[in-house]
């Protein structure tokens, strides 16, 4: 049983259209993944409101913690150490539902801020402004 004829020769071919293809998806991927250079960035001018209002509470209600670690509670000051005094100083003020402002210099630590959040949590405040005041 001789299948294959001595005599004949192999036609052996590769067919380029196939490989056409696969060679046009590549360069399509390609393309379509590559970086530009400066286009990739988009340069966007952000709109400014004027016409935002939030509300706002009256100075009897505001909490400063600067960078040096005192805080200023109605302008009263205590230091960041005194975890006692800062609990009754907070325990004493009005707490009739209305928001209070705590505002933090920029380079104080977020420690005294969560600490001074914390006490505020204890004593029922629930409604704060957090506020960054910069130098």
């Keep these: 049983m001789n299948f294959v ?5 192999s036609n ?9 293809d696969i060679v046009f998806l590549l360069v399509i991927f390609f393309v ?3 970086k530009v250079g400066e286009s990739q960035f988009l340069s966007l001018d952000l709109p400014k409101t004027e016409s935002f209002n939030y509300k706002t509470v009256q100075t009897s209600n505001e909490i400063v913690i600067s960078n040096e670690g ?3 509670i109605n ?8 975890l006692e005094e800062l609990e009754q100083e907070i325990f004493e003020l009005d707490n009739n539902g209305k928001s209070i ?3 933090a210099e920029s380079d104080s630590l977020h420690v005294w801020v969560i600490t001074v959040m914390d006490i505020l949590n204890k004593y029922g405040f629930k409604e704060i402004q957090i506020r960054t005041v910069e130098k």
């Design 5 to 9: 004829s001595k005599n004949s020769k």
């Design 12 to 20: 052996f071919s590769i067919e380029i259209t196939p490989l056409i």
């Design 75 to 82: 302008n009263k000051l205590i230091n960041i150490n005194n």
């Design 101 to 103: 402002i705590l505002s």
């Design 70 to 72: 005192s805080i200023y």
């Design 32 to 34: 379509v993944t590559s």
